[in-house]
């Protein structure tokens, strides 16, 4: 909890309103006023979507699943890592459920391994006690009773995507499978595959919810948006992921 408290305050959308806050603060000096300027424009043109959907662009440098892909690749697994748990949810009352990121993933998952004819594994540890469920256990859950579709391995320990990395290959070793099909979210898939990859899997990339959108720009996407800058920080997050995985791993 400490390391995502400090994460919210030195990422932005809220770095930019500390930033400025300093500068208004020390407005009697030329750096303050700059300071805050600086950052009360570039907050101001970061809570557009439609620098955001540029920004997203760039990095979901991972392109959808091609149609054909599977049948050249010839995976032996999908394997969908988590995307978080939900624990504000008053409409399951004594109950913990998926955040709704996670939610995107299950979806397209079971919609490949129909497709493809493939097993799936889910990967996710995340609980708080021994006693808590783990997030692969409501996956599994959720992917068995609303989307119809069995899961034929559960990684239940992992707790970043290092170790879904690394407890999915030790599991699927077993069963002599490198080649996977890996579901995530298009702006998490860079690190995703370069942790999986790393471990040891051949992978073909099946990218999902795209924050960058192709096409011709709308009226709204020029109008500052809360949902702009909560995109802005998951690419400030996984930008600074990369380079820690890189220096880490």
Same mark, same amino acid.
């Given at each position: 909890?400490?390391?995502?408290? %400090? *994460?919210?305050?030195?990422?932005?959308?809220?770095?930019?309103?500390?930033?400025?806050?300093?500068?208004?603060?020390?407005? @009697?000096?030329?750096?303050?006023?700059?300071?805050?300027?600086?950052?009360?424009?570039?907050?101001?043109?970061?809570?557009?979507?439609?620098?955001?959907?540029?920004?997203?662009?760039?990095?979901?440098?991972?392109?959808? %699943?091609? !149609?054909?892909?599977?049948?050249?690749?010839?995976?032996?697994?999908?394997?969908?890592?988590?995307?978080?748990?939900?624990?504000?949810?008053?409409?399951?009352?004594?109950?913990?459920?998926?955040?709704?990121?996670?939610? %995107?993933?299950?979806?397209?998952? !079971? @919609?490949?391994?129909?497709?493809?004819?493939?097993?799936?594994?889910?990967?996710?540890?995340?609980? %708080?006690?021994?006693?808590?469920? !783990?997030?692969?256990?409501?996956?599994?859950?959720?992917?068995?009773?609303?989307? @119809?579709?069995?899961?034929?391995? *559960?990684?239940?320990?992992?707790?970043?995507?290092?170790?879904?990395?690394?407890?999915?290959?030790?599991?699927?070793? *077993?069963?002599?499978?490198?080649?996977?099909?890996?579901?995530?979210?298009?702006?998490?898939?860079?690190?995703?595959?370069?942790?999986?990859?790393? !471990?040891?899997?051949?992978?073909?990339?099946?990218?999902?919810?795209?924050?960058?959108?192709?096409?011709?720009?709308?009226?709204?996407?020029?109008?500052?948006?809360?949902?702009?800058?909560?995109?802005?920080?998951?690419?400030?997050?996984?930008?600074?992921?990369?380079?820690?995985?890189?220096?880490?791993?």
């Amino acid at each position: 909890m400490l390391v995502y408290a %400090l *994460q919210s305050l030195l990422l932005p959308p809220v770095l930019l309103l500390v930033l400025a806050l300093v500068g208004v603060l020390a407005g @009697k000096r030329k750096w303050g006023r700059s300071m805050a300027l600086t950052s009360l424009v570039l907050l101001w043109l970061l809570s557009l979507p439609i620098v955001v959907n540029r920004l997203a662009q760039w990095w979901e440098r991972v392109p959808p %699943l091609p !149609a054909a892909a599977a049948a050249t690749f010839k995976p032996g697994a999908l394997v969908v890592i988590g995307g978080g748990l939900q624990f504000d949810t008053p409409e399951y009352p004594g109950q913990i459920t998926l955040h709704p990121r996670n939610l %995107l993933r299950l979806r397209y998952a !079971a @919609k490949l391994a129909w497709e493809l004819g493939l097993p799936v594994l889910v990967s996710g540890g995340g609980a %708080l006690a021994a006693d808590d469920v !783990a997030e692969a256990d409501l996956m599994a859950a959720i992917l068995d009773q609303e989307f @119809k579709t069995p899961v034929a391995w *559960q990684e239940r320990d992992s707790r970043n995507t290092a170790e879904n990395a690394r407890f999915s290959r030790d599991l699927l070793s *077993q069963y002599g499978i490198n080649d996977i099909v890996l579901v995530t979210q298009a702006y998490h898939m860079p690190r995703a595959l370069m942790a999986f990859r790393q !471990a040891g899997f051949n992978v073909l990339p099946a990218p999902t919810a795209f924050i960058g959108r192709n096409g011709d720009p709308r009226f709204a996407d020029w109008l500052p948006s809360p949902s702009a800058w909560a995109n802005l920080f998951l690419l400030a997050h996984e930008a600074v992921g990369m380079v820690w995985y890189r220096i880490r791993y």
